[in-house]
Nanobody, 128 residues
């Protein structure tokens, strides 16, 4: 079974930028979709951005449109999240997720339920 490892989380001030990376390894079946999610204490995990591995299609949560960009390097099995104009409300643990199955239900790129593999997370803290 493959696994995901995130990196790049840090503490920044409002208006700052960060680039998160997610490295995927050990998968027998390459992920067909990858996404970034975030969760802060007391809140549900929410979708931030998703990208189709083959199509390259990207989707974003309304809260991050125009500020975040998801990209991938399929040769490296990596996905990235470039974050600009960070706000305190962006503070959360950020998780990388992969969908490798093609048989289970798919709820869309920003819904956690359709993903079957998760990284341990990387913390992003934005101070005002």
């Amino acid at each position: 079974q493959g696994h995901l490892v995130e990196s790049g989380g840090d503490s920044v001030q409002t208006g700052g930028s960060l680039r998160l990376s997610c490295a995927a390894s050990g998968y027998i079946d390459s992920p067909n979709y990858m996404g970034w999610f975030r969760q802060s204490p007391g809140k549900e995990r929410e979708g931030v951005a998703g990208i189709g591995r083959g199509s390259g299609r990207t989707d974003y949560a309304d809260a991050v449109k125009g500020r975040f960009t998801i990209s991938q390097d399929t040769a490296k099995n990596a996905v990235y999240l470039q974050m600009y104009s960070l706000k305190p409300e962006d503070t959360a643990m950020y998780y990388c997720a992969a969908r490798t199955t093609t048989s289970s239900p798919w709820y869309g790129p920003l819904r956690p339920a359709g993903y079957d593999s998760w990284g341990p997370g990387t913390q992003v803290t934005v101070s005002s």
